[in-house]
Nanobody, 119 residues
Framework: QVQLVESGGGLVQGGGSLRLSCAAS????????MGWFRQAPGKEREFVGQ????????EYADSVKGRSTISRDNAKSTVYLQMNSLKPEDTAVYYC????????????WGQGTQVTVSS
């Protein structure tokens, strides 16, 4: 059974930083591309960024580019999202997801972790 468990969310003041973690189990983590998404209240889920299975390539949404870094530790089956200079508009539930690198469909999703940024 595949599980993706996010952690690290919380309440942070604008301008602050958070590091989210996503621990994976039940899958061959090192062959999966891992992604981060978020969904704010009343809005559709949006792509935040992703990291290739090898960690060699990352991609970010314009809304977080330059403020966020995705990394992974394949030995720990964990992917991270470091977010800096947080803004109130970053407030959302953040989800991690996994997909086979040759597919465009995200196969597995976590339950999400809430990030709230105060102004």
């Amino acid at each position: 059974q595949v599980q993706l468990v996010e952690s690290g969310g919380g309440l942070v003041q604008g301008g602050g930083s958070l590091r989210l973690s996503c621990a994976a189990s039940g899958l061959a983590f090192s062959v999966y591309t891992m992604g981060w998404f978020r969904q704010a209240p009343g809005k559709e889920r949006e792509f935040v960024g992703q990291i290739l299975w090898s960690g060699s390539i990352t991609e970010y949404a314009d809304s977080v580019k330059g403020r966020s870094t995705i990394s992974r530790d394949n030995a720990k089956s964990t992917v991270y999202l470091q977010m800096n200079s947080l803004k109130p508009e970053d407030t959302a539930v953040y989800y991690c997801a996994a997909r086979i690198s040759t597919s465009t469909r995200w196969n597995y999703w976590g339950q999400g972790t809430q990030v709230t940024v105060s102004s």
